[in-house]
C-alpha cells in the first residue's frame, strides 16, 4: 500500500481538520438515517480521540458519527479517486453522499476505497465508529483485569478516526504498488524491485536511484502486472542504526516518451538476520537498547500529533535509545518514516495484545490476526527500519495456541522471508510456539507484580529463566518488557515500590542481568512514557506509571540512569 504522495501526476487533499460529531447513545442512527447526513452534532478535531475531547461521555465507547463535506478538487476528472483512513478505532462504515462505500474492522492499520464512480462536486463524507468492546474483537473484551471500561489489556480503548483521512487521485493506468528487497555482497548493494501496475501495451518501468553521489538508470518493459528488475549499486552506503543512509528512488511510467505515472520512495540497504542467538544488521551482531511506547497524549488520546512524535524522538535519541517495539499496535506510517531517517530499529508488531483462544472465538481471532498482518507487511514493507514482526503481545497461550500461531507464522514467512518473526510471551518455557519463532520475546516483572519489592530476588527469578528458555531452544532472546510504577515526585530511602529510586535500582539491576547473558540479544523498558488507562484499583487516576518519563514528557530518575547506562557507558 503506496502512501498518496504530490506530484505531476498524483495529488491528494487532507481531510483533517474540525468534522461534524454526533454521540449515537441509543444506535437510532443507523435506523434515522444518518448515513445520508445527520444534524445536532458538535465539532470535533480529527484526528484524534473523541473521548477526552468532550466534558461529557469520555468512557462512551460507541457508536458516534462523523461527517464533513469536501468539494471535488479540480483537474481530477480522468482520475482514479480513493478515500483513505490512516487507522480508525474500531470498527468503521464508511457513506459517500449517502452511499456505502465499505466497512472495515480493525484499528490502527491504514484502508482505502476506490471511490471514483462516487464522487461528485460537492460531496458528503459521513463515517460511523463503533470503539464498543467484545470478546470476538482483536484485541478482545476483558475477562481478568476487573477494570472499566473492561478491556483485556493496559491502556485505554481510545475511540474515533486516529490518523488522516485523505482524497488522493492518481493515474487511470499506472502504478499499483512497489515492493524493495535489498540485500549484500561485500561493498555491493542489490534492490530487488517488484513493481504493480496496469499492464499497459507498450510502456515501460523507468527506474532511477539517487544518491551520495550514486545515479542509477534502467529500463525494463513492461510484460506483466508485476514486473521485476535489480539494481546493483558499486561501493553502496548501507543503512544502519549509525548511518541511516537513504537513497531515493523513483519509477515512472512511460509510454511513447510520455510519462503517465511517477512514484518516489526511500530506501535504504540492509540486510537482518538470525544467526546463531545473535541478531545481525549488515551481517553484525546488534544489541537493541530501547522501549515499549504508546501513542497517547492528553486531549488528543491516541490521535496523531506529529509534534509529540518529535518529542519522544528526541527523548530516545538523548538516552541513548536505538529501538523500540511498537506496543500493542502499529504507529502511524509517519512514525515510521521518521524511524528510517533516524536509525532506530524498531519491532513492528500487529494489534494483537490478549488473544483468549477461547472455542468461541478462536477462527474469528485468527481471521482477524491474519488480515493484519496483511494489512501491515503491505504497509511498511519497504522500511528499512522494521527488523522484525510480532504476532502477538501477552497471548493467553494454551494447548490450541501453538497451532493458531503457526498459521501465522506461516503466512508471515510466505510474505515477508527477509525478516525474523517473534511473538512476545508471558508464559515462558511453557510456550510452544518458542519452538518456531526465531526470536524469544518475553515480559518480566519480578519485584514488581510476583516478589514485590525484593529487587534481588527478582533478578536471580529472571536470571534462572532466561537459562532455562535458552537451554530448551538455544534461540536468542529479548527482554521486551520490565519495569515498576512509579509516582513522579515520590521518593524514598531506602528505595520501596512507587519511589522514583526503586525504579531506578529495577531498571539497573535488570540490565546487569541481561548483560551478562551473551544469548541476550536487546532490553526494552516499559515504558517510555506514562499512559492513560482504564479505571482500577491497581491504576491510580486512571494512570499507568511505568513510563521514565511523564505522560507530558518529564523525565524520572530513571530516565538519567538509562542515559548513563545506555549512551555514557557505551
Known sequence: MLYPQRNQYRQFIDLSGFWDFRFDINNDGLKENWQSGFDKSQPIAVPASWNDQFAANRDFLGPAWYQIRFEKPWGWDNKKIFLRFGSVNYISDVWLNGELVGHHEGGHLAFEYDVSGMIINENLLVVRVDGRLEKDHVPPKGRTLENYPETNYDFYPFCGIHRPVLLYAVPNEGIKDITVITSIKKTLGILDINIESSRIIGAIAHCTLKGFETLLIKEYKIEQEVQEMTLEVNNARFWDKNNPNLYSLTIDIIKNDATLDSYSLNVGIRTIEVKGDKLLLNGKPIYLKGFGRHEDFPITGRGYVPAVIIKDYSLMEWIGAN???TTHYPYSEQMMDLADQL?????????????????DVIERELKLCSQYIHELIARDKNHPSVIMWSLANEPHSSVKSKEFFKKLYDLTKGIDKTR???????MGVREKAFEFCDVLCINRYYGWYVQPGKIEDACQSLSEEMDKLYERHHKPIILSEFGTGTIPGWHSQPSEMFSEEY???????????????????????????????????TRMGGINYKGVFTRDRRPKMAAHILRKLWKEKT
Not at 536509525?343 to 472455542?359: C, H, K, M, Q, S
Not at 525474523?420 to 508471558?426: A, K
Not at 531506578?504 to 539491576?509: M, Q
Open 343 to 359: 536509525g532506530f530499529l524498531v519491532i513492528d508488531e500487529i494489534p494483537a495484545v490478549g488473544l483468549t483462544f477461547n472455542r
Open 420 to 426: 525474523p518473526i517473534t511473538i512476545v510471551n508471558m
Open 503 to 537: 525504579q531506578a535500582e529495577f531498571i539497573e539491576k535488570y540490565i546487569e542481568v541481561c548483560r551478562s547473558k551473551p544469548y541476550v540479544i536487546g532490553e526494552h523498558v516499559w515504558n517510555l512514557c506514562d499512559f492513560k488507562t482504564s479505571q482500577g484499583i
Open 323 to 325: 529501538s523500540f517495539r
